[in-house]
């Protein structure tokens, strides 16, 4: 079992990652018999892992109160919040309630907001079961709902008090929802960890036979270059945070401009990092064969290297930012400055951007 | 021109208190040139100060933008909030927009709800025009929404950058509303401050007169008391700030069982408070000459000294505590040991309270 420690300006808590944790009580502490709970989670999830869940608890003498919501990033919105707090309401769910996220990041952001919210602010534990929310929306108190057109328009940070990461869970992950979270995985390597990068090189083929000693040092390792983060900018202040959205502002132009679910995230951001690395190479900061490295593991993770075909390079700016600095002809961009390191740059000339995309599609 | 600094967690902020605060952009500050600014108000307010506001800012090159919502406490809402998510989103405010609050608690409530949640946390400036706001909703950063029956039930502690509190808004102000708001006034007094106390025994015709001399140093006092317990309770965590609530627990039932809006929430408050110090004085705490001074007080004041005749003494209690432990027969309430001073009491028998209740009835 390994334990990583998050360090917050309020208070800190900790990430437990091992097989078999929901089955016992001790992954949810400071949970105690007689505590009220309210346990939200999804129809996919519900059928695998709800009643394993409730035994633990319930079995403890946790009061558990629950709302299953149907699966979809719709949920992730006011009619979701809607149904959390009509169930605390409803039984009566008061200041010293515990929520507890049972689903992928679209169940723990929301239900994280829901907590942040409720009577200005209440406990809740983060159980995520997708790669993606286990190596990074678990963990930070990033919490959100989306908003009409805008994604995560709406939300606040709100740690949890413990994030429960049972490795079993992955084993029920569709394929495509694995490999979009491995995108995140490399994101990190390439962003932050130059060591890490190679042991994905080295380790990639037991990833994606999900073996759970893979799983277990990958997810250990993520967590900790997360949490090392969130330390040190807990709130998006000062441009550590930022590092993690490597790849992020391409990618959201594919996701935008195709239609939300056309790209996953992870196949968006995975093409992102590329156009992000092949930008730092025109700005004289990246050397090519760490562009082919890139792509190799992309490739063997079974993430594209490049966007749709059916995207201009141009078509791509108008998505890329969404205040006027853009139209003056400048961005502000993650980029690598070698495989492990990256940096926030802000000036970078439209043009430049354009010819980057342009290299990532025909190479 | 009085200052009075709230020093909290994150940061500190000021609240100033003069006569033609908005005709003056220094009140403003850091608002600066060039800032983007949405500005939420209501209906009744917008005609009497929303031109004045906006020459003070555009003419001093702030991007100003609005919202102005009908009035009333329903909009302090879902609804309410959504209008302002859409209004921010269409009109591109970004992390960096500062949103102002005119209007008395329902708008800055709402507005400081909306700011602790667009984009995780932008800025917010409090302009209260009430009474009650100018002493008490403005400051310390609570802010919420309505749902469905329940009052502020979500919400988030969110701290404005700056209070501007001018009295000329208070000479435009309905009398029942500020007749309610010194309510609040008399409960700082009885809670916390004997000498203000005082002052407001020698000084309640001039208040009611809205004379700008007496007001000013009685909302400054209130400010003071207010920031005094925020410094050392921001999040309600230690029973500090509880000691606000005074009167309340008592009042809310009036104003539930009643149907908000048939009492105001400081007539409501008025009785409460009548009501907490009959409980004291049956516990043993509080002398029958000090509950004299009190209701001679608030009758000066035209607050009632009794709630309505058409509640019984025992119709109090199903509202006086959400949670299961007024069913064990014992509450939790803010009572007072003295004029001036207060403190949080568990386990009082419910039958001392509907006794304390009957005797402010027949007295
Ligand atoms: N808060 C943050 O810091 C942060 C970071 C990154 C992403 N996010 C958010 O996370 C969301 C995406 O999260 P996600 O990729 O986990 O998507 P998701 O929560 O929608 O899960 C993906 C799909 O897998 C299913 N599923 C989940 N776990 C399963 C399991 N163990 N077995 C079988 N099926 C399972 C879900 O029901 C869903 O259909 C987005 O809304 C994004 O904005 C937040
Ligand atoms: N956040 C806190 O700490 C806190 C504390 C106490 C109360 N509150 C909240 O505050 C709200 C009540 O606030 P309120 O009493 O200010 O009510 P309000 O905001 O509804 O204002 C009362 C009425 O007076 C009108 N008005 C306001 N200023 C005026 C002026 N200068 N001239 C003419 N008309 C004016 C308003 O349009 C409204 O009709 C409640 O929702 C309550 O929950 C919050
Ligand atoms: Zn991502
Ligand atoms: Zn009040």
Redesign the interface.
């Known amino acids: 079992m390994a334990k990583i420690i998050v360090k917050t ?2 208070y800190s808590y900790p990430i437990t990652i091992d097989t078999g944790l929901i089955h016992n009580l001790a992954s949810f502490l400071p949970l105690k018999a007689n505590d009220q709970v309210m346990l939200v989670t999804n129809q996919t999830l519900a059928p695998l892992y709800l009643k394993s869940l409730l035994i633990t608890l319930e079995g403890n003498g946790i009061k558990v109160d629950q709302v299953v919501l149907p699966d979809g990033e719709q949920y992730k919105s ?1 009619t979701g919040l ?1 149904q959390i ?2 169930a605390l ?1 409803e039984k ?1 769910h ?1 200041r010293d309630t515990t929520l507890i996220a049972l689903g992928g990041g679209v169940i723990g952001d929301l239900t994280g907001f829901a907590a ?6 209440v406990r809740f534990i983060q159980v995520p079961t997708t790669l993606l929310a286990q190596v990074d929306a678990a963990i930070g108190g ?1 919490t ?1 709902i989306n ?2 057109m ?1 994604k ?6 709100h740690q949890p008090i413990s994030v429960v990461i049972d490795l079993d869970f992955l084993q029920t992950l569709p394929k495509s929802e694995f490999i979009s979270g491995l995108a995140e995985v490399i994101k990190y390597a390439i962003a932050l960890d130059s060591d890490f990068f190679v042991w994905l090189e080295n380790n990639i083929e037991d990833l994606l036979a999900r073996d759970t000693t893979a799983l277990r040092y990958c997810i250990r390792r993520c967590c900790e270059l997360k949490a090392g983060i969130v330390a040190i900018d807990e ?2 202040e000062n441009g550590q945070r930022a590092l993690l959205n490597l790849g992020h502002t391409y990618g959201h132009a594919i996701e935008v401009a195709m239609g939300y679910g056309t790209w996953s995230h992870g196949q968006a951001v995975a093409a992102g990092m590329v156009m992000a690395a092949e930008t730092a190479k025109l700005l004289g900061q990246f050397a090519t064969a760490d562009i082919e490295r890139i792509k190799v593991l992309l490739l063997r993770a079974g993430l594209p290297t490049h966007g749709p075909d059916t995207m201009t390079a141009e078509s791509y700016l108008p998505y890329m930012q ?3 600095k853009v139209l003056a002809g400048e961005l502000r961009l993650i980029l690598p400055t070698g495989i492990g390191q990256s940096e926030i740059r802000s000036g970078i000339p439209s043009h430049i951007v354009i010819k980057a995309i342009k290299h990532s599609q025909i190479s």
Chains 1, 2 share one sequence.
């Open positions: 300006e309020r006011l809607e707090f009509a309401s009566f008061g942040a919210c409720y009577q200005r602010g990033k959100a908003h009409a805008s995560n328009m709406i939300g606040a940070f709130r998006e969404r205040d006027k």
